[in-house]
Nanobody
Framework: QVQLVESGGGLVQAGGSLRLSCAASGNIFSINAMGWYRQAPGNQRELVATITSSGSTNYADSVKGRFTISRDNAKNTVYLQMNSLKPEDTAVFYC???????????????WGQGTQVTVSS
């Protein structure tokens, strides 16, 4: 069994910063790609940023230059540093990890429970 625990969401004023964390634990053999997605009310879930096991990153155009994704492989944790936040960044943020479990040896994607980020104008 694998558990993902997200933290770091909250309410912040426009221009402020937040740092999200997503820690994985349990029956883990390895973690490949890690990513963050978000879903605003009435919208589909969209990709925010991803990071591969080798550290290559990819960002949505809307967050480039403001958000930074990083990972700590020793802690099975992915982070999203969000700076210069805008009201349009308001959404529930979800982490997504591609995890290979140890027993059985099987790879699939896991989602976090979601954390609310609200940016006031």
């Amino acid at each position: 069994q694998v558990q993902l625990v997200e933290s770091g969401g909250g309410l912040v004023q426009a221009g402020g910063s937040l740092r999200l964390s997503c820690a994985a634990s349990g029956n883990i053999f390895s973690i490949n790609a890690m990513g963050w997605y978000r879903q605003a009310p009435g919208n589909q879930r969209e990709l925010v940023a991803t990071i591969t096991s080798s550290g290559s990153t990819n960002y949505a155009d809307s967050v480039k230059g403001r958000f930074t994704i990083s990972r700590d492989n020793a802690k099975n944790t992915v982070y999203l540093q969000m700076n210069s936040l805008k009201p349009e960044d308001t959404a529930v943020f979800y982490c997504n990890l591609q995890i290979t479990t140890a027993t059985p040896l099987y790879k699939r994607h896991y989602w976090g429970q979601g954390t609310q980020v609200t940016v006031s104008s």
